[in-house]
């Protein structure tokens, strides 16, 4: 893949956002390769020399808080983005620039921070519903003491009650056969229903924005001499 490369950008000019046309696309301070990697609960975007493989920056993802908070798009251009890279050593953070040549790089890139965050948020909700599930049986289990209930607590009673009454299509008996519920096993077993799948999710548009210079220019933090881009963003 081609490097992606990191700017020093100026600050917000409005409360919108950054915007890429206000930065010098043509002079950046690192080409580097992006990864995003996620260990247990953390989670972090590294910005490694694209020659050397040295960690350059590294910008961790939030677990409880919006990952705006660390990564967010200028708002003229869906190929750059502005990243909050912390040091690890001082706890001091900084926000730099960050430019693909690539559309499809920079889609990549999104959709990977984006699946950090869901896993994340799925991860929180089940600890959250399994701690609500044990406070409920802690609660049912002290009404069933109570009230002198002998056994485990169970929140909800799936038994049968009565008398199941099962439609068979394509029987040969002319009328419907009652099954006590907590009668015997059916030698006959019965296959397995069928259930559609869900729709397949549509994925999301973006918009177009104008490449980094390419990789073939001059030394880190020099002006591109030739082809693509301008001055500023297209």
Not at 57 to 68: F, G, K, Q
């Amino acid at each position: 893949r081609d490097p992606q490369y990191v700017y020093q950008i100026p600050p917000s000019a409005t409360h919108a956002g950054h915007r890429a046309d206000s930065w010098n696309v043509e002079k950046w301070l690192r080409a580097v390769r992006v990864k995003v990697t996620s260990r247990g609960s953390k989670g972090a975007i590294k910005l490694e020399d694209k020659d050397s493989g040295e960690l350059f920056a590294e910008c961790p993802l939030p677990n409880d808080a919006p990952v705006s908070t660390a990564v967010e798009p200028v708002i003229d251009s869906s190929r750059y983005f502005v990243l909050r890279v912390v040091d690890d050593a001082s706890g001091r953070h900084a926000f730099l620039g960050l430019g693909f040549r690539e559309r499809d790089h920079a889609s990549d890139f999104k959709l990977a921070v984006q699946e950090h965050q869901n896993v994340r948020a799925r991860e929180r909700e089940a600890v959250k519903r399994r701690e609500e599930h044990e406070r409920l049986t802690a609660e049912k289990a002290a009404a069933n003491k109570a009230a002198g209930v002998e056994g485990p607590a169970s929140l909800h009673d799936y038994s049968l009650k009565g008398t199941v009454t099962v439609n068979i299509p394509g029987s040969r008996a002319t009328g419907a056969k009652s099954v006590p519920a907590a009668g015997g096993v059916n030698d006959g077993g019965f296959g397995a229903f069928g259930v559609p799948p869900p729709p397949a999710a549509t994925p999301a548009g973006g918009f177009a924005i104008p490449p980094p210079p390419p990789r073939d220019t001059a030394a880190t933090g020099a002006a591109s001499t030739a082809g693509q881009p301008g001055s500023s963003p297209v």
